[in-house]
């Protein structure tokens, strides 16, 4: 968490030392705030387990500079789902473990070309901790049923497309791709792959 309050620090100090805002310099150039929503798929990656499909929200907070073509940023993101996997025959035959995606933390950087005044390209990498609650079934009557919770690190990578209209505001298509291993030593992949939208503005 020191690493996450350090960063933000970061972001906010790089937005007010912008030479001049983005309405004023006309670029990708300045400090952003954005809300985001979309499509989330969450997988456990073991055996026989079932994906879902569910909905995601957050926001995020950034700084991109423009050197011509060229736009790098940092941003730091909080999100939401209640996406989960079930693995079924984990342990024993019949037996049932489900997980379940809970708040997420990114922090990463992006690398952007401007293909136009309003129309950005970009690419995106960075680290992720996803809290992610368990729950174990077992299958032999009478025996209790295990929840368990653990924050889970993992990386995260994407691409996306942003357009940027009149007055600071902006708006962007991504898809991204995050991978967190294993869930507290349990034998599973956790992943998942996300598709967005967000509505931004860069001061």
Same mark, same amino acid.
């Given at each position: ?10 972001? +906010? ?7 001049? $805002? ?64 079930? +693995? ?5 035959? $019949? ?94 992949? +956790? ?13």
């Amino acid at each position: 968490m020191r690493v996450l309050s350090t960063a933000t620090i970061f972001l +906010v100090a790089a937005g007010f030392a912008a030479p001049a $805002s983005a309405q004023e310099d006309g670029s990708f150039t300045g400090p952003r705030v954005e809300a985001i929503a979309g499509w989330d798929n969450f997988s456990a990656g073991h055996g026989e387990s079932d994906s879902e499909d569910d909905f995601v929200f957050g926001g995020a907070i950034g700084y991109d500079y423009q050197m011509q073509n060229i736009v790098v940023g940092a941003e730091l993101e909080l999100t939401g789902a209640g996406t989960s996997s079930t +693995v079924r025959s984990y342990m024993t035959p $019949s037996d049932l473990f489900r997980v379940e995606a809970d708040r997420d933390i990114y922090i990463g950087a992006r690398l952007g070309y401007a293909f136009t005044p309003q129309f950005l390209g970009y690419v995106k990498a960075g680290y992720t901790n996803l809290r992610i609650e368990s729950t174990y079934i077992p299958s032999v009557p009478g025996q209790n049923t295990i929840d368990d919770a653990a924050d889970s690190d993992g990386f995260r990578a994407g691409l996306g497309l942003e357009y940027r209209f009149s007055q600071g505001f902006y708006g962007k298509g991504e898809y991204r791709y995050s991978n967190y291993g294993d869930v507290r030593g349990y034998d599973l992949d +956790v992943d998942r792959n996300q598709i967005v939208v967000g509505l931004g503005y860069r001061f």
